[in-house]
């Protein structure tokens, strides 16, 4: 996959800024317009900056690395729970998520002028997976539950179906089902992602 130069890379990360700015503004993407009207220690656009920084520690490394990247950029200093963290991640929808990712695709696709491509086509596979979930009333509800030969109790699992342009190896969407969706549902619900020119494979 092609690097950004760090012209285009300051412009992606103005773009994505902009949108998560307007996102705080207008809270299109807010479960309920009361939701991040007070003052917070995790406001809305801080968590969404900490959530698009690679997550490689545990969740508390990671709020207290986020606590001393703002303390050294004047933006804040108070330190969330992980509590906080949990609560407020509630209160967004998960629109908002899908939105900031095809905004990321659009920016990697404007900045790549020659993208690899196969007898001038994208490239594109789908592939599914399972994907264990917690172990809640909650999650089960949502999600369902599956046996396997293994197991002699049934465990929350979902469904997701990834969609990946193969040749410049990166993912471009994914959906996330209950375990008893059908693929083809899956699959369908990403095909708008696909330019009309573009080859899709499937196995």
């Not at 594109?124 to 909650?138: E, F, H, K, N, S």
């Not at 599956?146 to 969407?173: G, P, T």
Request: charged share 25%; aromatic share 10%.
């Amino acid at each position: 996959m092609q690097s950004l130069s760090t012209n285009q890379f300051h412009k992606a990360i103005n773009k994505i800024k902009k949108k998560i700015a307007d996102s705080a503004e207008n809270k299109k993407y807010f479960k309920s317009v009361q939701n991040f009207t007070r003052l917070q220690k995790l406001p809305f656009e801080d968590l969404v900056f900490m959530e698009l920084s690679s997550m490689v520690h545990g969740l508390q490394y990671e709020l207290i690395d986020f606590k001393d990247a703002l303390i050294k950029g004047n933006l804040g200093s108070e330190l969330a729970s992980k509590s906080a963290y949990v609560q407020a991640r509630k209160k967004i929808s998960p629109l908002f998520y899908k939105d900031l990712n095809k905004l990321i695709i659009d920016i990697v696709n404007e900045s790549f002028s020659n993208p690899k491509t196969y007898k001038n086509h994208r490239l594109y596979a789908v592939d599914g997976t399972w994907i264990y979930m917690p172990q809640t009333l909650a999650c089960v509800d949502a999600f369902g539950s599956v046996k396997n030969q293994y197991e002699h109790v049934a465990v929350c699992m979902a469904k997701a179906s990834f969609l990946s342009d193969v040749l410049n190896r990166w993912v471009i969407n994914t959906e996330l089902g209950r375990s008893d969706t059908g693929e083809i549902q899956l699959l369908q619900n990403q095909l708008d992602v696909v330019p009309e020119d573009g080859i899709l494979i499937l196995d």
